[in-house]
């Protein structure tokens, strides 16, 4: 028997390939450095050198910047049965005395966590944690109707998993829409009453960063806006130190952590191995009335063809699979979704270049992205990483975007939208009729 070491190819190729079916396996067999049972994260290559997976979660960037993973189940094409268990499988967590408080106000759009929100509580969570021996607890104040799946467990369970230890909810009609004033006045009760040792807002056009420069100058603070990173600093007035975006984001700004901080998202990682108690607060004192100063008329309807891509929430976008144009620019209208295109539809002729998503074409940040007769190459892909939502309609049940989908239907894409688009002109029908 020859001692000669000889090489595998195709393994090799799908030790690279992140998207082929037995990546997992391939990895598993060169790992020498596994974390949590996932990807190996390191093998030593058929030249003896140590290469590193870049897509493991928890990978060290060059700069020192820890990976986030927002791909869920198609990172090593894991099934939906494993993350189920994986979540089931959580430390509990009660914090019954915390030796400080927390607060985190999510925007909470449209009524859920958003990442940029989880990111927040994330990091709200590693404040909290730092000192184990006299943990802090996390109190979230959440304005409007929370719309979490299931019923009122199912959204305490949800709340909980997110890493928050109280819940100051407040529905009323009052706090709807734009009432900063409003909510102005329910924090400065939950800073009378709790005291909280930092105020962590997301620094986003929602409402956080408004809201964030007010309660600054409520409390006499001088926020910290654009933070990306926390580190701990025993020199500093509160322990902590920031990194900030500064000088329209080309310059990094340290500085001492203030008690109000709006933070961007990626700003750390999402709590994902614990779950939390998520109890239910109700402040003592009754919130005085404010006359206030501004009048929310409600939104201003804008017409989804009209709005850019890099700004639209919801998004229809067609690719090679789609063979009636027309059908989908009606399913688009009927669906009141932002058009958006694949490169393959785009060199075609089928729809504009500034149509065009991904990598070489707009990245996109949609609540919903709907993708239709696209295949998912990898500069796609990378455009639409940071969608809360992905569905996808395709013909190929093996494809990439098939795997990377939050939800995913398999048939003819003429048949789908037809059937979609009926569904929703009877609903819309049937409340016309109610009405």
Aim: net charge negative.
């Amino acid at each position: 028997m020859s001692e000669i070491i000889r090489r595998d190819p195709r393994r090799e190729w799908i030790a690279r390939n992140r998207l082929h079916p037995d990546h997992i396996s391939v990895l598993a067999a060169l790992g020498v450095n596994r974390e949590g049972g996932g990807a190996a994260s390191e093998w030593l290559g058929p030249n003896g050198v140590v290469r590193k997976n870049p897509r493991a979660i928890g990978f060290i960037g060059p700069n020192g910047v820890k990976r986030i993973d927002r791909s869920g189940l198609q990172q090593g094409g894991q099934a939906a049965a494993t993350t189920t268990a994986a979540r089931d499988s959580r430390r509990r967590v009660t914090i019954d005395q915390p030796a400080f408080l927390v607060a985190v106000v999510p925007d909470l759009i449209g009524g859920r966590l958003s990442n940029h929100d989880k990111d927040l509580l994330g990091l709200a969570r590693r404040v909290a944690d730092a000192d184990a021996e006299q943990p802090g607890a996390v109190v979230a104040v959440l304005f409007g109707e929370h719309k979490g799946e299931g019923d009122g467990e199912l959204k305490k369970q949800a709340l909980g998993e997110a890493g928050i230890d109280r819940v100051v909810h407040l529905d009323d009609e009052l706090y709807a829409g734009f009432a900063p004033e409003a909510r102005l006045a329910v924090l400065s009760a939950v800073e009378r009453e709790m005291t909280p040792r930092f105020w962590l807002l997301p620094d986003s056009p929602l409402g956080g960063a408004d809201l964030g420069r007010r309660l600054a100058l409520r409390l006499g603070e001088r926020a910290a806006t654009g933070v990306w990173q926390v580190e701990v600093d025993n020199e500093a007035s509160l322990g902590w130190r920031c990194t900030a975006r500064g000088a329209a984001g080309s310059l990094d700004i340290q500085r001492p952590l203030p008690r109000v901080a709006l933070a961007l998202a990626e700003c750390a990682e999402p709590v994902d191995e614990t779950r939390h108690a998520a109890e239910p607060l109700s402040l003592g004192d009754e919130i005085p009335t404010i006359l206030s100063r501004i009048e929310d008329l409600g939104q201003v309807a804008v017409d989804p063809a009209g709005v850019a891509l890099a700004e639209a929430e919801f998004i229809l976008s067609g690719g090679n699979g789609v063979k009636q144009w027309d059908a989908f620019h009606h399913a688009a209208k009927v669906l009141g979704a932002t058009e958006g295109a694949s490169r393959v539809a785009v060199d075609d002729g089928f729809m504009a270049r500034d149509r065009q998503v991904g990598a070489t074409g707009t990245w996109v940040t949609a609540r919903v992205y709907m993708a239709v007769g696209i295949s998912g190459a990898i500069q796609h892909l990378q455009g639409i990483q940071r969608c809360d939502k992905v569905v996808a309609i395709n013909l190929d049940p093996g494809c990439d975007m098939i795997k990377r989908a939050d939800l995913a239907v398999i048939g003819d894409s003429t048949q789908i939208l037809a059937a979609l688009v009926a569904m929703v002109e009877q609903q819309r029908g049937g409340q016309r009729d109610a009405a």
